[in-house]
């Protein structure tokens, strides 16, 4: 694909002309490749050339996960033979969706990295430590590791977990940044306390995390956050959200104000239970339009993803539209005795509570048909007083209190870490 990194420094208008041109470009791919997208346009009577700009894709119907899952085959838009990754999406919120890539597409997501590592103030003078997997089929462990080679980085593919061979990493080849999970850096820091090993006088000068959130869709840190930064002051943070279907990632730059947008990349909307745009400052679904992938690329997918976005120019120079954190996924809103309640909230009270050491949060329907929640404690403190705080913690921060049930904390991790999952569960949908 051709690369232009400078379009994010560039205006409003002018990247509104670069993002209606990859536009038509990907309508005319998708017009001519797409089993898929050649009969939905065909059903919805839609001409693909009439699509010139951004706003004509409100004439077309929205692309979903069950659509994806239902019809895998008819949207890929080559060869099998051109096929040279295989990978699926988690399955955290319904059947794992698989996802076909060509070498273009490889290409594409190194540079999507590049791009998002750059975004985060890496350069080739750091060394990069991966403590996420590679394999289970894991899109982005790889597209972490090709982004760190495009941009020149030295990379260690150390993997996750393991507290121990992390530390012996970082003190051997003095890594400079590490991709990981924000709890697991809490483990890094109790396992360093535990060793006597003086992790604020380390290498490492900055995590860049995914899967869980650094700061509230406010932009204030999370309770999570806070703790990170309360015993390893001297480490820089950074956010960066993703998905397997997106091919794509929106990170934070030096300013924290929010995931930058690659708009060479990827188109986003922002939509409402009616599929309609909502403004800044409102929460919307992330729907996206793939630009420049060729095996599977999607048009008008929506990812499930409430957020807010901001097209406020950011004070890095970038004027590219910026997204909040995930405020919460769409089918996991929780209507609780009348109030609505999204996972990431309780996370955030959990994880401020001292005594709490693991959980899992548990949403089913009642005999009533009403969704019920039960928070599942792993701690080594259980009584009715600590229930007592827990519950009225939640009536001040959210108006409800769901129940709650201590457990041993190996109980809880055997439910956080089951063998096939590639990152930590902390909410079951039973419902």
């Given amino acids: 694909m051709q690369r232009n990194p400078n379009i994010q420094y560039c205006s409003k208008e002018e990247i509104r002309q670069f993002q209606n041109e990859k536009l038509r470009e990907t309508i005319a791919y998708l017009a001519n490749k797409s089993p898929y997208y050649k009969r939905l346009f065909r059903e919805c009577g839609v001409v693909p050339s009439e699509i010139r700009c951004v706003e004509d894709l409100v004439k077309l119907p929205v692309t979903t996960k069950s659509d994806l899952q239902r019809y895998n085959d008819d949207f890929l838009c080559v060869s099998e033979r051109d096929v040279i990754d295989i990978v699926t999406t988690s399955g955290s919120t319904g059947d794992p969706v698989t996802i076909k890539l060509t070498e273009g597409d490889l290409d594409r997501l ?47 593919r150390v993997g996750n977990g393991i507290p121990e061979l992390q530390w012996d990493t970082i003190q051997r080849i003095h890594s400079t940044c590490g991709m990981v999970i924000p709890s697991f850096v809490m483990k890094l820091i109790d396992f360093a306390e535990a060793r006597g090993i003086d992790y604020r006088a380390s290498s490492i000068k900055k995590f860049v995390c995914i899967g869980e959130a650094l700061r509230t869709p406010k932009g204030e840190y999370t309770a999570l956050g806070q703790q990170i930064l309360q015993r390893w002051p001297e480490i820089s943070l950074y956010g960066t959200y993703a998905s397997t279907e997106m091919q794509a990632s929106f990170t934070d730059c030096k300013c924290f104000a929010g995931g930058h947008v690659p708009v060479e990349l990827i188109i986003v909307e922002f939509l409402d239970d009616s599929n309609q745009p909502v403004g800044p400052n409102e929460p ?53 005795k009348g109030t609505t309640v999204y996972p990431p909230v309780l996370f955030d009270i959990l994880d401020n ?79």
């Fill in 110 to 156: 190194a540079y999507n990295e590049y791009l998002s590592f750059n975004t985060a103030g890496c350069s080739k003078d750091d060394i990069m430590q991966l403590m996420t997997t590679l394999d289970r089929r894991f899109m982005a462990g790889m597209a972490y590791f090709l982004g760190a080679r495009e941009l020149g980085m030295g990379v260690s």
């Fill in 353 to 431: 509570l001292r005594g709490v050491e693991n959980y899992v949060v548990e949403v089913s329907t009642n005999n009533l048909g009403t969704d019920d929640i039960r928070v599942r404690i792993g701690t080594r403190q259980p009584s009715e007083a600590f229930e007592k705080q827990i519950k009225d913690l939640f009536r001040a921060k959210v108006r409800v209190a769901p129940s709650v049930s201590f457990e041993t904390v190996e109980a809880v991790n055997a439910v956080q870490f089951p063998a096939m999952s590639r990152k930590p569960v902390k909410f079951l949908d039973l419902r």
């Fill in 284 to 336: 919307g679904e992330v729907v996206i339009t793939s630009i420049g992938v060729e095996g599977m690329p999607l048009l008008r997918f929506k990812t499930g993803d409430i957020v807010y976005h901001t097209d406020e120019p950011c004070t890095c120079g970038r004027n590219t539209m910026r997204l909040s954190s995930v405020i919460g996924r769409k089918n996991q809103m929780i209507k609780y």
